[in-house]
């Protein structure tokens, strides 16, 4: 079988070649998971909950493995890399628990000799495609609630990032996850999308990616009618008001900003500041990421690894570019790093508005651009007024501000004086174009079950 290298990008170096799978590979992956599901989704709650159990032990005891290869295929520094397995492996800890909670209803009747029920049912065969940004928790995020509510799963991870995915599978096979329930395929990602879309076999699409290719995705399962989950991109604003505690709000946004070189959907990609703070904030922010170290993810020192590849530097500089020559000002960094490869300077853009494509689009880099506002409407205005509706952040003292601006930001997160939120226990997800569906919490399970109604008559 063809072969394709999976690259390093913060040296270039070829790690792996691994296979480059198609339609055959993808149809006989569906074949294997829809097997498979006739026995996986027979056992108890309870058996299927031990061996996630395990899968998640196994996960921790890998810690140091899945990190470093992480780190290699994905640029991120080491650090993250081990925060990375945590949060991943939780979810696995999560649905192995939520497993044993699949409840039913007993709904009173409308005439009085018969019984109506209400069962929840594991969908059938899921097939999950995902990013590089989070090689294991993107994977994890899905497979978790489908393995734990009895669905057999077909991933398709990242052509960048296919190490960690195919470590996590190999460790979910030594928990006693049988072969079918968990598979992995990879390579030429149309012709694997296609295969899961058009088959028959396959109920449930769940994807997180790219705006364009969940829009695609979920036009392609129409056809064969698939519930589909998405999670797409954002253009998470941080609102930052005169109220704010200046520390906090610095604090918070730095981390909301440059958590993975600025690669994640619900990183910080609009600062706005009003206008009484502006100033302050603004020095005290470019000073903290003056303090941000770039370098290979290896190195113990490193806060900011490199972008994933080429083409994301490019997008970067067009961007910057873009906003530079509509009057924006850059307050720090605005280049590619001395380091070369896919390097980026971790970068602050002052007085950026609504017209500049770093307020219109996600960056999806190491660049913080700097709103100024004056009211509280206008925030909430600017806040809004955009297709996508994944994460909001905002910085403020006020109580009664924190519950106003909360119910009016239209997205599906919203952080209040603090820039890192997920986590395994809370709903993930977003409004408008940034997707359909939750991940994580008990919420994370709707997804994979249908609802049957059974009427028990005649009594
Ligand atoms: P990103 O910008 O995060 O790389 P993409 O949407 O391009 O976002 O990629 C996310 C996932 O979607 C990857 O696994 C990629 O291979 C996959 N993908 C890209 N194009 C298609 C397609 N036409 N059909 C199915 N999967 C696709």
């Not at 295929?73 to 909670?101: C, H, T």
């Not at 530097?313 to 570019?321: D, P, T």
């Amino acid at each position: 079988m063809e072969r394709v290298g999976v690259q390093n990008p913060a040296t270039g170096e070829v790690l792996a070649n691994v296979a480059c799978m198609g339609n055959r590979e993808t149809a006989d992956a569906i074949t294997s998971a829809n097997t498979t599901f006739y026995t996986w989704s027979k056992l108890t709650a309870s058996e299927r909950s031990k061996a996630l159990r395990k899968w998640h032990d196994l996960l921790m005891s890998h810690k140091e493995e899945l990190a470093l290869l992480m780190t290699l295929e994905q640029g991120k520094p080491m650090k993250e890399a081990l925060g990375e397995v945590n949060y991943g492996a939780s979810f696995i800890e999560f649905f192995a628990e939520e497993a044993k909670r699949v409840y039913g209803d007993i709904i009173p009747p409308t005439l009085a000799d018969r019984r109506l029920l209400v069962l929840k049912q594991p969908i059938g065969v899921v097939g999950a495609i995902t990013p590089w940004n989070f090689p294991l928790a993107m994977i994890t995020r899905k497979v978790g609630p489908a393995l734990a509510c009895g669905c057999t799963v077909v991933v398709k991870p990242s052509e960048f990032t296919p190490l960690t995915a195919l470590a996590a599978a190999d460790l979910a096979l030594q928990a006693g996850i049988p072969a079918g329930a968990l598979n992995v395929v990879m390579g030429n990602a149309p012709e694997i999308g296609g295969e899961l879309m058009q088959s028959t076999q396959v109920r449930k699409i769940t994807f997180t990616g790219s705006t364009a290719v969940g829009k695609k995705l979920m036009a392609g399962s129409a056809n064969t009618v698939k519930k589909v989950s998405l999670e797409l991109g954002g253009n998470a604003p941080c609102i930052v008001f005169d109220d704010a505690d200046i520390d906090v709000a610095v604090k918070g946004s730095l981390a909301a900003k440059f958590r993975n070189s600025g690669q994640t959907c619900v990183c910080a990609n609009r600062i706005l500041v009003q206008e009484g703070i502006y100033e302050k904030f603004a020095s005290a922010f470019v000073k903290a990421v003056q303090s941000l170290q770039v370098g290979n993810g290896l190195e113990e020192s490193t806060s900011q690894g490199p972008l994933i590849n080429e083409a994301a530097v490019e997008k970067v500089e067009k961007f910057v570019g873009d906003a530079t020559s509509k009057g924006a000002n850059i307050m720090l960094g605005g280049k590619r790093h001395s380091l070369g490869m896919s390097f980026y300077e971790p970068t602050v853009v002052g007085n950026v508005s609504n017209d500049m494509l770093l307020f219109r689009e996600e960056v999806f880099g190491p660049v913080a651009p700097l709103i100024p506002f004056k009211t509280e409407e206008e925030a909430i205005h600017l806040a809004n007024d955009t297709n996508a509706g994944l994460a909001a952040y905002m910085f403020t003292k006020s109580i009664a501000r924190s519950w106003r601006v909360s119910e009016a930001l239209e997205y599906g997160l919203v952080g209040v004086n603090e820039g890192l939120i997920s986590t395994e226990v809370a709903p993930f997800g977003g409004v408008k174009q940034s997707g359909l569906g939750r991940e994580g919490s008990k919420y994370g399970m709707d997804d994979y079950l249908e609802i049957k109604y059974v009427c028990m008559g005649n009594l």
